[in-house]
């Protein structure tokens, strides 16, 4: 902390132009070194690209090599001033950068398929049809525990389910429940188009608005009623307002999580007011079992 907070008054222009060009090598280095690196140890595409954009800035230890380097006369003044700005002009343009690794990831990626980067490959259940009774776009915690849901009361449903996710460290765990997976970016149509959710009779999104990359759900919405216009789509809202511009945007439902975990909870805090709260859980976990017992996607 100390070595950062001595930032020297720049002696002339070069060392501006240095500090800029040290920032861009480093920058672009994350791109060259560790995105083939992430991608060929098992990390996606898009994950290997969003992880690599966040580790863009010129990290502290190179403060300590700069200044161990001028201590031994290896370098100057200068150029350490140079390594200092660096630092500073990353550290003040990562949290812009942040955001854009998805952007870069779908602007890059027909290049990146050429040099060999792949997306990954469909996982699909044997004897799936070509059409599904539901798609399901984006695996969190409300999908993972539908998808048990689903496991528990109508298992037969699950072979006829399309998840279109781009996660692909829990596709094979989705994969042996019994739908059929595809990789899918949920921002751009045309991964939507080509994964067939408009084959689907009913679509789905439980990914709220904050943390959808990219999107949100209305828009999310127009491009599939563009898509699938015979199909159903059911939608998430985060504020009430937005429930009615996701009925014009077509959605044919749309639900929150809020009302639906406060009509849970009113019941459970009358019987906790009527002193009667043990025999209510007891009763709650006849039905839905211990949730400590239940084996999700996502824990």
Known sequence: VGLGMGIPAPDGMNVIVLALVLG????????VIFFPLFYYTGLDRRNSMVASTKLAQVSEFCLVIAYLGLSFEHIDKGFVSSVIFAFVITALACPFIFNLGDAMHDKLGPLLSKLGFKVPETVKHEGSDETYELALLGVHRVASSLLEEMRREQ????????????????????AQLGPTVKYGDLSNPETLHHAGVEKAKVIVCTITDDLLKGTTNRKLVKALRHIAPHSKIIANAVTFEETRHLYEAGADYVYHDRVKTAQILLPAITHAVNGDLASYREQREKVTGHWHERAEIIP
């Open 24 to 31: 861009a090598i480093s920058i672009a280095a994350r791109y």
């Open 155 to 174: 298992p037969e449903l699950l072979k006829k389910v399309l998840v279109v996710d781009f996660n692909v460290g829990i596709h094979s765990k989705i």
